[in-house]
């Protein structure tokens, strides 16, 4: 079978204008901005015929631009009704601008006919979905949002039915040579497909059968397929048979391994769109390398429950990456595509193979960014508004409040970025999401700037939304033009929670494969499965709080994970924002986070083994902790035995009270101080419990059954230094503090790892790290991981320790708020605080990509 090449793309549908804002609400599993459909009724056919022949222009003519194609070389193949009384019009309208256009019903159809032209014409195809609502029974009808049906689809027991919907896809498909004699970007290869015999009844056996001939014409076998498209048909005979037809075809493939999509649960359904809108949301899956959400999915239908579980899917309801496998082979998606009309019904299955870039003959080249325009389309924007004084910035605030009433808001952000001056003294930065909310923001500026300038005692200005302004820039210091310096600040291990950063790779396409060139299998180091667990089924709040627990309980698995995320972390602000550290510092095993995120090793991806496979850290400071049962001349117990002789708590208390209330307590220890006034206490729990009562303060448990920076950590320092001794790269210019010495450490094999291992086994005491990078200059701290724990330890040091406390701490992820907010909010503050950033991804990008250019 000809190997077909997907080489361009086109949709819109009710709300979604362009192929960017239809891939962001895939990605989301929900639609965007105005969900309501548009009525055809009351439309003459005349002006229909007008409208659909327009639509299908304007869409390969979008295709043939991006290509360099002219559309007299294009042949179009139209999925809409044949049974339309205006249909044989729309398409000689059609015909007389491209090489030719034909409507079919069935998508395996076009596919088709789609290989014989590209083989015997040598053209490009473009396969288009439209609902042509000329037809009886067809017209959409409008949804208002607050009516429309959840986000799921029929698999689901709580699935009431999908809206209507109006809207086109269009897929442009060539041969593999068609494509790189014209040097057309390639999204993905269609590696095969199968379609139901004409007159075959559409039941189970024959969609199973249908899919396993797909699987072998295209030489793939179930289990390399990670993404399974399917329809998911409104009727619920149709929704049966397909599910329970994949169900028998994928039977071999073990448990949790293929994630379901379905373009339904977004678009709402039509016969004819809906066909190649499903197909379109694989091949986007595939490029962009995402598993989508189905945003309100809870659980199969009960009848079926025993079947799903024994099956080899899962569905997620939140977007997560799709990382690449350990041996670097491509990842494949397939397409169950149920053709449903009132004349007849059709099924075919697509199978997909991911188009991996080869570039110097790398098979992971760093240059393969598959960008995406999922900032750029996001209703979020951010305008930023600059001057020298108060009366400038006024100036500015009446001037975008004026372009706000006849200017959308993109297009006042963008404008406002274009003419952005990093030699202005001042920046305010308001966030909003519509013409409405950028008015109420631009009111709100306008008090909060005269406060900071007027009054002494207000030093900075901040909305709800995360709108922003300081007359204090920290990095420009007192006098407006001194630099000051910024600090990456990496947290400890405890924080990494369920969820943690699942959308950054898509946010910032530039990261991924510099992150995914750190380890083998980069999807095992960022603990893929654990921190995005699979399931069938929604999971309860409680489910999710024993997977966290279960997360927190495994030092090795958090140690891991921590270190990786600090990479990623790392990576946005270097490779994307284009900012570098002058400072660096770690919160206990952050340490080993920095040196990792900052490069200084040259091989860091040889820490997931070495953890995996650390008695240290699986059985002598965690685990059994035999460590301590050694040093408290306790009995051992089997591997997997769990007793809890460790318990770590947080105090308020300084750490003389502690020192005078733990004197006779041998089990007890102050492992890290937080703050002047807080810090962690740990150690035998019925032992500690006798010291919080002396101190007679509040104490919380943090499920923490770690020893590390207690005495009897030092028994495992050879080993540390041992596990933590790797070789290094050129040196770098940040320079790295530790706690082990409240010193910058070489960037040296032998040093690095003997600070680890006392870093790991000492008291940390963050007032003074803190302290020691402000003396030094620090005065912009940017927590590059989980939580903001750091970011208010800072907070409360500076101030309470430094006549002039100018400094801003910024933290960079939050639990329960979404990755592309707290980076819009992270942002708003660092432009304030006079930090130079660039900010290009966030108002430019597309999915598209030009002929000729390999390296988007």
Not at 55 to 71: D, G, K, P, Y
Not at 73 to 99: F, R
Not at 639 to 664: H, N
Request: charged residues 20%; contains cysteine.
């Amino acid at each position: 079978m000809t190997e077909l090449a997907v080489i361009g793309m086109d949709a819109k549908f009710s709300g979604q204008d362009n192929i960017d804002r239809v891939e962001r609400a895939f990605y989301l599993g929900a639609s965007i901005g105005n969900n309501a459909s548009i009525s055809t009724s009351g439309i003459s056919d005349a002006d229909k015929k007008n409208s659909t022949s327009a639509t299908v222009l304007t869409s390969v003519a979008l295709l043939a631009e991006t290509n360099q194609l002219h559309m007299a070389n294009i042949a179009v193949l139209l999925i809409a009704d044949t049974n339309s009384c205006v249909h044989e019009l729309i398409v000689e309208q059609v015909a007389q601008q491209c090489a030719s256009c034909v409507v079919i019903t069935e998508l395996g159809q076009a596919l088709k006919q789609a290989t014989d032209l590209v083989n015997n014409q040598d053209c490009a195809v473009a396969v288009i979905g439209i609902n042509n609502a000329t037809a009886v029974g067809h017209d959409c009808v409008r949804i208002d949002t607050a009516e429309a049906p959840v986000a799921t689809i029929s698999f689901d027991e709580t699935f009431s039915g999908y809206a209507s919907v109006t809207g086109v896809a269009s897929l442009l498909i060539s041969s593999t040579d068609f494509a790189r004699v014209n040097q057309c970007y390639v999204y993905t290869n269609i590696k095969g497909f199968a379609q139901l015999a004409v007159n075959s009844e559409l039941n189970v056996p024959n969609i199973a059968n249908t899919a396993r001939l797909a699987l072998q014409k295209a030489q793939i076998k179930a289990e390399q397929v990670g993404l399974l498209e399917v329809t998911a048909d409104s009727r619920a005979e149709l929704a049966l048979f397909e599910s329970q037809g994949l169900m028998s075809a994928y039977s071999n493939t073990q448990s949790l391994h293929t994630a379901l999509s379905c373009a339904r649960s977004v678009t709402g359904e039509n016969s004819y769109f809906s066909q190649v809108a499903g197909l379109l949301k694989a091949v986007i899956s595939l490029h962009q390398r995402y598993i989508p959400a189905i945003k309100d999915w809870q659980q199969p239908i009960q009848t079926q429950m025993s079947q799903w579980q024994r099956s080899p899917f899962y569905i997620s309801v939140d977007a997560r990456p799709w990382f690449p496998h350990e041996d670097g082979s491509a990842h494949v998606a397939a397409y169950s595509c149920v053709a449903h009309s009132l004349s007849k019904q059709g099924y075919c299955h697509v199978i997909l193979q991911e188009n991996k870039v080869k570039i110097a003959g790398q098979d992971h080249p760093v240059s393969d960014v598959r960008s995406n325009g999922f900032f750029a389309a996001s209703d979020l924007s951010l305008v930023i508004i600059q001057g020298d004084d108060e009366a400038q910035l006024r100036s500015e605030l009446e001037r975008i409040a004026g372009q706000s009433m006849t200017t959308g808001i993109k297009k006042i952000a963008t404008d406002c970025y274009v003419r952005s001056d990093s030699n202005k003294v001042y920046s305010a930065v308001l966030i909003a999401e519509s013409a409405e909310e950028l008015s109420k923001e631009i009111t709100l500026a306008f008090a909060g700037i005269s406060s900071v300038f007027n009054d002494a005692n207000v030093s900075e200005w901040k909305t709800p939304k995360g709108s922003y302004f300081t007359g204090q820039p920290a990095n420009r210091g007192t006098d407006h033009c001194t630099q000051g310096g910024i600090a990456f600040l990496y947290p400890g291990i405890g924080a990494t929670y369920v969820g943690l950063g699942r959308d950054l790779f898509h946010l910032f396409p530039q990261i991924f494969q510099p992150v995914a060139a750190l380890a083998d299998d980069i999807g095992s180091s960022l603990k893929d499965t654990l921190l995005n667990p699979r399931s069938i089924s929604r999971h309860s709040f409680k489910q999710l709080k024993q997977l966290d627990l279960n997360l927190r309980g495994n030092l090795a698995n958090i140690a891991e994970a921590g270190v990786g995320f600090a990479c990623v972390f790392t990576k946005v602000f270097e490779e994307v924002f284009a900012v570098k550290a002058d400072f660096a510092t770690g919160y206990s095993m952050g340490e080993v986070s920095m040196y990792a995120a900052l490069g200084c090793w040259q091989q860091p991806g040889l820490m997931s083994a070495r953890l995996a496979q650390s008695n240290t850290f699986n059985h002598q400071l965690c685990g059994e902790l035999r460590t301590l049962r050694q040093h408290w001349c306790m009995d051992d117990v089997p591997d997997g035995t769990f007793e809890q002789i460790w318990e770590t708590y947080t105090i308020k208390a300084t750490i003389e009270q502690v020192e005078i209330a733990a004197a006779d307590e041998d089990r007890v220890y102050c492992t890290i101080i937080n703050t002047p006034d807080s810090l962690l206490l740990a150690g035998y729990p019925e032992a500690c419990q006798r010291v919080i009562k002396k101190l007679g303060k509040r104490a919380m448990a943090l499920n923490m059954a770690n020893a590390i920076h207690s005495a009897p950590a030092y028994a495992e320092y050879d080993h540390m230094v041992e596990l933590y001794h790797m070789d290094v790269t050129e040196r770098i210019k940040t320079k790295m503090y530790s706690s082990s010495c409240y010193l910058p450490i070489p960037q040296r094999s032998k040093a690095i790892s003997h600070s680890i291992a006392k870093c790991l086994c000492d008291v940390v005491d963050f007032p003074r790290l803190v302290n020691t990078l402000h003396d030094k200059g620090a005065r912009v701290f940017i927590e590059m991981g989980p939580g903001r724990s750091l970011c208010s330890w800072v907070d409360k040091i500076l101030t309470h320790e430094k006549d002039d406390s100018r400094h801003v701490s910024v933290p960079v992820n939050a639990k329960g708020t979404s990755d592309e907010l707290t980076y819009i909010r992270a942002i708003a503050k660092l432009v304030s605080h006079g930090v130079n950033l660039n900010l290009d991804s966030l108002f430019n990008g597309s999915i598209l990509v030009k002929a000729g250019r390999l390296d988007c």
